[in-house]
C-alpha cells in the first residue's frame, strides 16, 4: 500500500531533549516536506527536499534540522525542543520535485513539548 | 512571495445546505491550485486540482470548484453538504515549475443535522 508513514505518532517530551521524528515513504517520490500545523495558522512549511542531498529552507525552519540521505526517508529533528515547538506535525511526499502532483500525507505526529 | 488567503475561519451549515468557501492567492505566473480536507483526527487528502484547462473542476465526493484568473480566485462549492463532510479545508497553491505548495489557514466546515 502506497503510504508516507511517521513514527512517532504522539510525543511528549521536555525542553532541550533532542528528538527526531521520522519519515519514510514507499513511493519513489523525489519531493519529501515537513509541515506543521498549529491552530489559526494553517499548515507552515518547515524544510522540503526537492531529492536526495538536497533541502530547503520552508516559512518556519528555525530550532529544525533535516536530511535525505535517502529517497525514501525524510527525518525531521529537534536539536534542543522548546515549549514553542509543541505541535501537530505532517511529512508528505510527491513524485515531482515541482509540486506539480498530489501531495500524500502522514498520518501527522503530534509533539508536547514541557 | 505567495500568499493564499482563506476568508472564512469557520463554517457552519445545516445538512443540504449549499456551500461556498472562497480562496484567494497573490501569485502573478501561471498557478498550480488545489484544495485539501482534513477530517477530523486524519490527515489531509486531496479533493481537487487545477492544473489547466477548463476553469471548473470536478473532485471527489461532489465538490466542485471554479479557478477565475482575472479574480486571483479558486473557490470551492458544494451543492448540498452532508453531516460527513465536517472537515477543515485547505487551499493551496503553487507556481510553474520547483516552488513548494503554499497552503492557507484552512477554513474549519461544521455541519449540523
Known amino acids: 500500500e502506497a503510504q508516507v508513514t511517521q513514527n512517532p505518532r504522539y510525543l511528549i517530551t521536555v525542553t532541550g531533549k533532542k528528538l527526531t521524528v521520522t519519515c519514510s515513504q514507499n513511493?519513489?517520490?523525489?519531493?519529501m516536506s515537513w509541515y506543521r500545523q498549529d491552530p489559526g495558522l494553517g499548515l507552515r512549511q518547515i524544510y522540503y527536499?526537492?531529492?536526495?542531498?538536497?533541502?530547503d529552507k520552508g516559512d518556519v525552519p528555525e530550532g529544525y534540522k533535516v536530511s535525505r540521505k535517502e529517497k525514501r526517508n525524510f527525518p525531521l529533528i529537534l536539536e534542543s525542543p522548546s515549549p514553542n515547538q509543541t505541535s501537530l506535525y505532517f511529512c508528505?511526499?510527491?513524485?515531482?520535485?515541482?509540486?506539480?502532483?498530489?501531495?500524500?500525507f502522514g498520518e501527522g505526529s503530534r509533539l508536547t513539548v514541557l | 512571495a505567495q500568499s493564499v488567503s482563506q476568508h472564512n475561519h469557520h463554517v457552519i451549515l445545516s445538512e443540504a445546505a449549499s456551500l461556498e468557501l472562497g480562496c484567494n492567492y497573490s501569485?502573478?505566473?501561471?498557478?498550480?491550485l488545489f484544495w485539501y480536507v482534513q477530517y477530523p483526527g486524519q490527515h489531509l487528502q486531496l479533493l481537487l486540482k487545477?492544473?489547466?484547462?477548463?476553469?471548473l473542476v470536478k473532485g471527489i465526493k461532489g465538490f466542485e470548484a471554479e479557478f477565475i484568473k482575472s479574480k486571483f480566485s479558486f473557490n470551492l462549492r458544494k451543492p448540498s453538504v452532508q453531516w460527513s463532510d465536517t472537515a477543515e479545508y485547505f487551499c493551496?497553491?503553487?507556481?510553474?515549475?520547483?516552488?513548494?505548495?503554499?497552503f492557507g489557514k484552512g477554513t474549519r466546515l461544521s455541519v449540523i443535522a
Open positions: 508528505a511526499s510527491s513524485f515531482y520535485a515541482g509540486v506539480t502532483g498530489e501531495l500524500f
Open positions: 513511493m519513489n517520490h523525489e519531493y
Open positions: 527536499s526537492m531529492n536526495v542531498e538536497v533541502t
Open positions: 501569485y502573478g505566473g501561471t498557478v498550480n
Open positions: 487545477y492544473f489547466s484547462g477548463d476553469p
Open positions: 493551496a497553491v503553487n507556481g510553474a515549475g520547483n516552488t513548494p505548495l503554499v
